[in-house]
């Protein structure tokens, strides 16, 4: 059971690594399908390609202009023109070495697109990570206080509760002694109990 555990949360770790040589590798391979099926030296093929990797990096370049640009929506698009420019060579050249090359250079500029997208998720998540660690150490400093408090509180209730004890027990054994006068005790008054402050925090 751990094994599997571990093997899916390898897998989970491992597959957006992969994800960009995935694409990349995708459009490779269909493009020299569509190579091996007719695509080759077609330039209505190769024209129709140009057309909409052309589009696409419009697309994307007005989702990135002005204060509203949507960075996430420009990214997809100008990914889109490069993965529709990747095909319509690889699907229009005769070799492979042109294909392979623009294959190697396309995963890694998507590879250097992706570390920077995760260097600032890893960034977010230790921040989050820190912050809640900081936030379990302040409840557990006010709760070892609190806790601290309360004992302190039950300790003099005790002390007091046992003063009173003894106090009573001694009024008692002396008024079982001859020549006790209740009157003179209570004009002297009785000591006083000592005082139990309960303090909330807000």
């Known amino acids: 059971m751990n094994e599997q555990t571990t093997a899916r949360r390898w897998l989970a770790a491992a597959l957006p690594k992969a994800a960009p040589a995935l694409a990349t590798s995708t459009v490779l391979i269909l493009a ?9 030296h077609s330039i209505g093929n190769a024209v129709l390609m140009a057309v909409l990797a052309a589009a696409a990096a419009a697309a994307g370049a007005c989702a990135s202009v002005g204060p509203s640009g949507d960075g996430v929506l420009a990214g997809t698009a ?5 993965g529709l420019a990747l095909a319509g060579v690889a699907g229009y050249a005769d070799g492979i070495s042109l294909p392979l090359l ?6 890694a500029v998507a590879y250097g ?3 920077r997208h995760w260097r600032t998720e890893r960034r977010e998540a230790v921040a989050h990570e820190r912050h809640i660690g900081e936030r379990r150490e ?19 209730a005790r002390e007091g509760a046992a003063y009173a004890t003894a ?4 009024i008692t054994a002396r008024a079982a002694l001859p020549g006790f006068n209740s009157a003179e005790l209570t004009r002297a008054g009785l000591p006083e109990l000592p005082a139990i402050e309960i303090t ?3």
Do not use: D, M, P
């Not at 020299?32 to 080759?40: F, K, L, M, Q, S």
């Not at 623009?102 to 995963?107: D, K, Q, R, S």
């Not at 302040?138 to 004992?151: Q, T, Y």
């Open 102 to 107: 623009l294959w190697a250079l396309a995963t």
């Open 167 to 170: 106090l009573a027990q001694a």
């Open 138 to 156: 302040e409840h557990a400093h006010v709760e070892r206080v609190e806790a601290l408090r309360a004992g302190a509180q039950i300790e003099v």
């Open 200 to 202: 909330k925090e807000n």
């Open 78 to 82: 100008f990914a889109a023109s490069g």
């Open 32 to 40: 020299r399908i569509w190579n091996a099926n007719g695509a080759e």
């Open 113 to 115: 697109l992706a570390a």
